[in-house]
């Protein structure tokens, strides 16, 4: 089922055209009431009122995470105070948090987002969905909150943590719907196998996973550990929240809801716009947001678009799964290693779980990775023999996926702490004094 | 005839061992035999014990992970050759030991023997009337 047919259909003429129209429209908001936004566009020698077209995009300039950070916290807000009704914040790693403030319009523009989402993944009226992304300033919870209500799911609004609670609310509440972040799933399906709960006493048929790069072998061990079909939503908190883009049925690529968030992808050097199936840096222009709408927000996520028409008879652009964010790409004695492909190379092997970290050090002026897996409890020997076998063969695929080779240490199952709200598995010291 | 060893993998971390067998000592199990496995990074504990099955349920809730293996335990003459007697018979029978350990107090000589055919290690045991531990033997010891 399509939430919404007439803009996740539209064909390419009337989706520039719409896409176009509210272009004009938010340059001109901007202008109007943004100080950064009026000084930029003077700088830049661009006229306002000479935008018409999407076409016109690529002559705009960027938004960055720097601009809203020296913006912060309402100094981008295209609204009044009194219009906003909700601010939300995604946890700066490094400084202030990110700050994002949204109308009631927006709202209602994030829950139908969430809602054509949901539906894209086959979920609908008579299904019980059990939230467990954290509820607060984070945009997890709350965003996929709104868009159950709006398709009637039965909402379990339990947020993340307390395991026992959420193996209980499942179970006896029938849940059939699971949305956390992948790292969170694959804890939860390993704590039902622990519990030793019974298969049927688990209703669960479709699981919404994201807030963090996985790849799709971990997907296959989510699906495989709950027994339920594994859907990727991608989102970020300065574009919207969760809800930017969903997988459907195909698999092949999420669809952008580029009738409200426009795509594009660039060189994140030479920042030019690339052609369709180029790798590059995604950049969102939020053309109907009214609290703050961002003008070619770049992302540093790395991914390509696809207008090709889907199977499923969407015509809404596609984004592959991220290969990793620019700021999550580690740079290892010159080569670019994104810790999505050290994922995979575990995935596909039985004797490991989907818990990793890497620990990046300095030694001697030259950089080492440490690997540490988790060996897998159900399936692991007591003899050295082929613990030393399993340790041999992940350095190998290692080397071979990535050209260089790490520093593998199996460690105990669960000693790996569980992320449950992201994974925390990069450790670079190599910056530490 | 089938012994259950418990298996423990540890990382190499100071305080391990000693919080495993804190966790034994409380629970009231006793160790009959004990040996250590190590590499650069962990090692494996493996214990005979006189109640595994407690023992698992109890360093498992303690966030250890444990594998029960079967071995065979043999109890020999507590004089010179009584080993080698023994690895002569599994060698003539051509049975690849993965690991073993031993001990003797004078009152027993014990081997814990690991191979991939446990059955097999404990029907040729017997054929030589060797005699061969249980495990309320060992709850007894």
Redesign the interface.
Known sequence: MIWNTERECADRQQMQELQSRELAAMIRRMQENVPFYRDKFREEGIEPGDIRSVEQLKQLPFTTKADLRDNYPFGLFTVPQTDVVRIHASSGTTGKPTVVGYTQGDIALWAEVVARSLTMAGIHSGDTIQIAYGYGPFTGGLGLHYGAEMVGATVIPISTGNTKKQLQFMTDFKATILACTPSYAAHLGESILKEGISPADIRLRIGVFGAEPWTNEMRTEIEKLLSIKAYDIYGLSEVIGPGVSMECACQCGNHVFEDHFIPEIIDPETLEVLPDGALGELVFTTVSKEAMPLLRYRTRDLTRLHHGKCDCGRTLVRMEKCLGRTDDMLIIRGVNVFPSQVESVLMEMAETTPHYQLIIRRENNLDTMEIRVE?N?EN??????E??GIRRLIDHNIKSMLGIGAII???????IERSEGKAKRIIDERNKP | MLIKQL?V???DRSGRLTELTRILAENDVNITALSV?E?A??G?V?LVVGRPELAKVALEKA???I?L?EVVCVNMPDKPGSLYRILEILTDEKINI??MYAFSNKAVALAVIRAADAAHVIEVLQQHRLQLLTQSDIYQL
């Open positions: 060996i409890e692991w020997s007591d003899s050295i023999r613990l030393e240490k199996l460690v105990e199952p669960n000693s | 298996s993998f540890l990382e496995a590499t990074d962990y494996i493996r966030g250890f992970s594998g293996t993965d690991y």
